[in-house]
Each structure stands twice: as structure tokens, then as C-alpha cells.
């Protein structure tokens, strides 16, 4: 498991290294993306804190999110608490 | 075998999920307080970086360009060398113009002398996923918020909005939501709202001819060129006909720009 986290973070962080460099800001949200629905919140979310730093506020009609990739991040942790208490239960037999 | 699930159980929120929301709490706020103190630290750091991981690209396109089709390349070259025959004799003509222009300005006491501090593009779009570009100058070489921002000489593509220590953001003409007042051909007054990608659209009375390739300017006592009409639609029975203009370079090439920094 330790090892299976850690090539999760390797990853994650291969994907937003590229995005950066890349100039491909949605590698940038897959990385964040992967760190958070794998439960590494903190990492995610100080990553999108990073980016939201880095790329400045949104124009137009999304300016009124001020933060959205740590709006993304957050997306990610309600998806992630969802799919725990709701939608995996329901693949175990064992349990109504 | 049927067991009783202990969901009902979870419904108090954990210590660290509340630990975990009071974080997120407090970074948002410091975020609202210290944004751009700490984006200026971050851009501090990562402006080295990314002026470095540009020149490397340059460099590595200059190495992989001499594996390509020497056919392909005599192409390119011939079909260069047209267009430059055609723009430089343009070109002439126009700044011909332009100094004939300042000059006449000059002769009515309107002398223009800022100066003009050239800058290298650190991010763009699709870099940047709004109508931003980043700059390598900032505060420390006199920019200061609501500079415009040319491509070269005067084909303006956007303002300074956030000034840093060591770099700068550019909000192009063309970012979405942005809104400018413009004069098609200098004369006509026109709303230009931003598309995004380097496009803008605005409403003109269906009585005023527009054609595809009419120039629209900054109201300004310099000529402040920042779009051209790429496309006009008029629709019938309706009174006002939709412009679709480009600004005039491609914000996704741009590598370097003038920032024209107002005088005090």
C-alpha cells in the first residue's frame, strides 16, 4: 500500500512537473486531481493553491471564483467523500 | 447473509475532516488577504525556471529544424520571402505615415515620449488557462498597472493588470468578459467584448459599412491599432450587424512584447 501510494504521489507530481512545462494546464488538474481522489488532500490541495498563485485570477464570467483550481481541489474531496460512503458500499455484498 | 450497515454512525463530521475545513478555511482567507504577496514570492522563484525552460524550447527547435525536408524548407523560404516583399513595402508606406503623424501631433503640442521596455513572454495561452500573459519585467523596471501592452510599435494586444516585483500579468484585449470602447477606422465608436483566443466581437448600426480587414483603434491621440474585423454578420430585419475581430498577433506565438509605461 505504502508503495502503491507512493507511485500514486510520483505520478501526480510527473503530471503537474509537465503541465508546468508543457505549457498543458489540464495535466495540471489531472495531477491535483489524482493526489485528491487518492487521499492525498493536503498535497492536492496546496498544489492547486500553487496554481491558482501561478495562473492569477479568471476573466470573464469565472471571475467570481477567485480560486478555482482549489475549488477543483474541493470538487475532487466531495467526489472522493461520495464515492466512499455512498457509491463503493453498494459493491460489497456483505453490507445494505 | 444480510448485515446492518453503520452509516448512520458517520453522520458527526470527524475531528480531522473539521481539522481539514478550518485549514481550508484559513488558506482561503490568507489567500484573500497575502494573493499577491505570495504570488510575487512564487513568481520570484519560477521566472528563472521558466525563462530557462523557454530558451531550452528555442534551442531544441533550432536542432530539430535542420532533420527537416530540405524541399519542405525551400518552400517555406520562397513563400517567406513573397510575403516579406509585399509587408516591407507596407511597411514604408506606414511608417511613413505614422511619423507624418506624430509629427503633425508634435506641430499641435502633442509630443508622446514614453518609453517603451521590452519584455519576454514567460507564459501564454494555452499555458495559462485565462487571456493572461507573464512578463519578465515588473515594478523593479517602472512598470505599474494599466500599461498597454504592444506586440510591436503600435498594434496593441492588452493592459498590464498585476504588477509584481520581478514579472508582470497582461490581460489581452481579447481575454473573455474583458470590454473596451474602440473606434472602427478611427471613426466610428464600437464596444468590443473579449471571446478569448485572440477574439472580440462588437454591434455597429446596420447604416455603417463594415468590411472585413477595417482596422479598430484605442481613442487615443496616438494611433492605437488593437483589432481588425476578421468576419461582419448581418442578419436581416434586425438593425445592428455583429463584428467579429482578431487583435493583431496570435497570443499563443507571442514571444516577446513592448510595454509602453506612462509617463507620472
Not at chain 2, 230 to 249: C, R
Request: hydrophobic share 50%; aromatic share 8%; proline share 5%.
Amino acid at each position: 500500500m505504502e508503495r502503491f501510494n507512493l507511485l500514486i504521489i510520483i505520478i501526480s507530481i510527473a503530471f503537474i512537473g509537465a503541465g508546468l512545462l508543457f505549457s498543458f494546464w489540464p495535466l495540471v488538474l489531472a495531477g491535483i486531481a489524482l493526489l485528491v481522489l487518492y487521499g492525498h488532500t493536503a498535497f492536492g490541495v496546496s498544489a492547486a493553491l500553487l496554481f491558482d498563485l501561478i495562473y492569477g485570477e479568471p476573466t470573464g464570467v469565472l471571475a467570481f471564483l477567485y480560486f478555482p483550481f482549489i475549488l477543483f481541489a474541493l470538487l475532487c474531496v466531495v467526489l472522493r467523500i461520495v464515492a466512499l460512503r455512498v457509491i463503493l458500499p453498494r459493491g460489497d455484498l456483505g453490507t445494505l | 447473509m444480510t448485515t446492518i450497515s453503520n452509516n448512520r454512525r458517520r453522520k458527526k463530521i470527524s475531528p480531522r475532516a473539521a481539522f481539514f475545513l478550518i485549514i481550508i478555511a484559513v488558506v482561503l482567507c490568507a489567500g484573500l488577504l497575502w494573493r499577491d504577496a505570495a504570488a510575487n514570492l512564487v513568481w520570484k522563484m519560477l521566472s528563472p525556471v521558466l525563462s530557462m525552460r523557454n530558451e531550452a524550447a528555442v534551442s531544441s527547435t533550432g536542432f530539430f529544424g535542420g532533420f527537416a525536408s530540405n524541399v519542405k524548407l525551400a518552400e517555406e523560404n520562397r513563400l517567406l520571402h513573397e510575403a516579406l516583399a509585399s509587408t516591407t513595402s507596407l511597411l514604408v508606406d506606414r511608417n511613413f505615415l505614422y511619423a507624418e503623424n506624430l509629427d503633425l501631433k508634435r506641430r499641435l503640442g502633442r509630443t508622446i515620449t514614453n518609453p517603451i521596455l521590452l519584455a519576454a513572454v514567460l507564459m501564454r495561452p494555452p499555458g495559462i488557462p485565462y487571456g493572461t500573459l507573464m512578463i519578465d519585467v515588473g515594478s523593479r523596471d517602472g512598470v505599474r498597472e494599466g500599461d498597454l501592452v504592444s506586440s510591436s510599435g503600435s498594434s496593441y494586444v492588452g493592459r498590464i493588470s498585476t504588477v509584481y516585483d520581478t514579472t508582470a500579468r497582461v490581460t489581452l484585449f481579447s481575454a473573455p468578459g474583458q470590454t473596451h470602447q474602440g473606434l472602427l477606422r478611427g471613426e466610428v465608436p464600437l464596444t468590443l467584448v473579449g471571446q478569448g483566443s485572440g477574439s472580440m466581437s462588437g454591434e455597429v448600426p446596420v447604416g455603417i459599412g463594415v468590411s472585413v480587414g477595417d482596422p479598430v483603434l484605442l481613442p487615443s491621440i496616438t494611433p492605437e491599432f488593437i483589432a481588425r474585423v476578421s468576419a461582419v454578420n448581418h442578419p436581416e430585419g434586425q438593425s445592428f450587424q455583429s463584428v467579429y475581430l482578431s487583435i493583431p498577433s496570435n497570443p499563443l506565438e507571442l514571444r516577446f512584447v513592448e510595454v509602453h509605461i506612462r509617463g507620472n
